[in-house]
């Protein structure tokens, strides 16, 4: 069976790692690009060597599955037309910029029959997945507490628009380690208390905070979600775990992959991963998903739960008070 996917939207930069990684499949085909932005769309649809769509019902109704690479307030409104159109969808993280959003994108695919996957590639990492098989068999004993931390470069462009991000660095970050924590212990999260702040960048969106969280069982969580990276920072940025158990410590870094490159003629430093590419890993599930008929490995509910830390991280830096979630 090959499987027709195409996008719907290419505002988010992963779209072109997820168009590679489609690439690499034998058994699929990137059939088009709908983008609303017509030359974004157009240019994008010509560096992947595909076609564009002016009409995204059009693209839609040739697809087996879409995946939506659009601003964050824009992912319900994708959704439920792929749905209506009986795509399976991968969408781009957050899932949405509000609770209510996300859940009826969860409904519209169960209505519709559908299967709807969050993208959360860092579950495709291999220490990740190396630390989550340790965990799975008591490797560290009772876990006790977590300090967690998900740096990264200021994005620009449509990431600090707070109508179409929802959140800055807080949204864009802490979804990625709350799925983490919730996929590694199996555990939901019961309290958020945050400080919220603009200090590193001249933007109108939050680009730092600090995050003290509680899991079922008492397990105790920090994180520092965060655009601290600067502009010739030779990386993006990382996500670090510390998992400290009863009978021993777990130190994560996902992006630890890597070699440092002295590039003059580019005039800068720069490190280059030697790690496998978790975007294909990501892509791959997605496609297989969909080949076996199977259900989603990151359903909308996980990020949904996602979503709901972040948030509570908002409105308890807004209220200076703990949030209890649930």
Known sequence: MVVNVGFLSLAHMHAYSYAKALGSLDHCELVGVYDPD???GKQGAAEMNTKFFADPSELLDQLDGVIICSENNKHREWTELAAKHGCHILCEKPIA???EDGQAMIDICQEQGVKLQIAFPVRFATPVRQVKAMLDRGAIGEVLAISATNH??????WFVDPTAAGGGAVMDHTVH????????????FVS?????????????????????MELEGGIIITQDPSWSRPRTNPTWGDVTLEI??????????AFAQNFVLYDDRAGKITERSFGEDMDFGLIQDFVTMIRENREPSI?????LKAMEVAL?????????MPVRLG
């Open 38 to 40: 017509q030359e974004r």
């Open 97 to 99: 910029t509000r609770m």
């Open 152 to 157: 990264g470069q200021m994005p620009g462009g």
């Open 177 to 188: 380690v709350a799925d983490l924590i919730r996929w590694f212990l199996n555990r939901e």
């Open 192 to 212: 958020v208390y945050a400080e919220v702040d603009t200090l590193l960048w001249d933007v109108e969106i939050d680009d730092c905070g600090l995050l003290s």
């Open 244 to 253: 400290t158990g009863t009978e021993g410590v777990i130190q994560l870094d």
């Open 299 to 303: 359903t909308g509910f996980d990020g």
């Open 312 to 320: 509570a991280a908002y409105q308890s830096a807004q209220e200076k």
